[in-house]
């Protein structure tokens, strides 16, 4: 199993600014992800990514918007720019997969209000 | 495209009945897994469940159950003598490799579940 740590857990954050949201990973992964999951709705891939390449970002989600860093292969970055409040939404962290391991592994989330 | 149905959206019961929260997916693919997940009220995602496409065995895991139906494309889950600790939300999954290799999880929409003391 894996266990993920995400910063901050929580921030309120004005419109325009921007904030960069931490994944640390307890063991070595190949991928990891990225989740949205917007108030009262479902989780939706933002991007995957694979260490020492570009993110691969789903539709409807862009590199301007979500910039992505994977330094090393036990972190990754997710910054939302330019925010306003419909970015406001619990954004997960996840690494595994069902093809590499047992389940896909979540970290605890990072609750953003935009005002 | 991959797709995953959770119909119900919230289903109200009271404690020790059994509930059944339904699952309907839809994907191209002839391999690809599926997943059950809760989020209690703190918010973290509770791995429940995975399930490969060639294992149609039902499996029961203490008061949870889950039924998957290859021929009507559903993995439906039971928990029986529900209990006040099993409010949440439930979310059904759907895993296909993707270009690249690459594994995304389709969510669906969730099934909130009240269970009434």
């Known amino acids: 199993s894996a266990v993920i740590s995400q910063k901050p857990s929580r921030d309120i954050c004005q419109r325009g600014t921007s904030l960069t949201i931490q994944c640390q990973v307890d063991?070595?992964?190949?991928?990891m992800f990225w989740y949205r999951q917007q108030p009262g709705q479902s989780l939706t891939l933002i991007a995957t990514a694979n260490q020492g390449s570009e993110a691969t970002y789903e539709s409807g989600f862009v590199i301007d918007k979500f910039p992505i860093s994977r330094p090393n292969l036990t972190f990754s970055t997710l910054t939302v720019s330019n925010m306003s409040p419909e970015d406001s939404s619990i954004y997960l962290c996840?690494?595994?997969?069902?093809?590499?391991?047992?389940?896909?592994?979540f970290g605890p989330g990072t609750r953003l209000t935009v005002l | 495209a991959q797709k995953v149905t959770q119909a119900q959206t919230e289903i109200s019961v009271v404690e020790k009945e059994d509930v059944t929260l339904d699952c309907v997916y839809e994907t191209r693919d002839t391999t690809y897994y599926l997943f059950w997940y809760k989020q209690p009220p703190s918010g973290e995602l509770v791995f429940l469940i995975r399930r490969n496409s060639f294992d149609e065995q039902n499996e029961i895991s203490g008061r949870y159950s889950w039924n998957f139906q290859k021929s009507t494309s559903s993995f439906n889950f039971t928990i029986t003598a529900s209990q006040v600790v099993d409010s949440a939300v439930y979310f059904c999954a759907l895993s296909e490799r993707g270009h690249f290799g690459n594994e995304k999880l389709t969510f669906g929409t969730g099934t909130r579940l009240t269970i009434i003391p």
């Open positions: 996840s690494v595994g997969g069902a093809w590499s391991y047992n389940e896909q592994f």
């Open positions: 063991s070595q992964v190949t991928m």
